[in-house]
């Protein structure tokens, strides 16, 4: 008779981890289940992250951005109708507060330009090692864009979202999306025309 668990066997591997769905996860999280919404966050925390830090070029208005928006997803969590949607509604949470970050601070942050640019090149020499002349240039220019501009290229092009998550995420039309990621196109090929 030979048995199962006998010499040579293998002892059972442990049962792979199930990965569920954004989906799954909201409907657990709406059902009061703190764990499924942590999976959220740390699922997407780094990407609304990254989101806001380029639109507002400051980490710590970028942190604070993410954490009232996963706030706010999480008092409102009931209130969204359509589960597979929540990662839309993220991108627009964040974009909206960073336009209107943006827009309570324009004035401020078009005399800053300068001084920002000008205080980073003549740090330290380690510091401009770090930073090259590239990079903030392309910083300057994506200050100059409209914040809906700046929104609409992000998304597209740092975030690879499509163009109807776009006008999901900025309220308005597809046509409106690629005319903003058309002209921020041009003004930023414009501004990096010294370094092609």
Not at 13 to 28: F, G, W
Not at 59 to 78: C, K, M, P, S, Y
Not at 166 to 191: D, F
């Amino acid at each position: 008779m030979t048995s199962s668990a006998g010499v040579g066997s293998q002892p059972a591997s442990p049962a792979p981890e199930v990965v569920l769905d954004d989906a799954t996860l909201v409907v657990r999280a709406r059902d009061g289940d703190i764990r499924a919404f942590e999976v959220l966050v740390r699922r997407y925390q780094g990407p609304m992250y990254h989101l806001a830090l380029h639109m507002l070029s400051d980490r710590g208005d970028a942190e604070d951005v993410v954490q009232e928006v996963f706030l706010t997803a999480w008092r409102r969590l009931g209130q969204l109708r359509d589960d597979p949607a929540f990662v839309g509604w993220l991108y627009r949470t964040t974009t909206n507060r960073c336009l209107n970050i943006i827009r309570a601070r324009r004035p401020a942050a078009e005399a800053d330009l300068d001084n920002r640019a000008s205080a980073e090149a003549a740090g330290s020499p380690e510091r401009a090692a770090q930073v090259s002349e590239q990079m903030i240039a392309l910083a300057s220019a994506l200050t100059r864009l409209t914040p809906e501009q700046r929104a609409c290229w992000l998304l597209r092009e740092v975030h690879g979202r499509s163009y109807q998550e776009i006008a999901r995420a900025t309220g308005t039309t597809q046509t409106a999306v690629r005319g903003r990621i058309a002209r921020a196109r041009a003004q930023l090929a414009e501004a990096m025309s010294p370094w092609k």
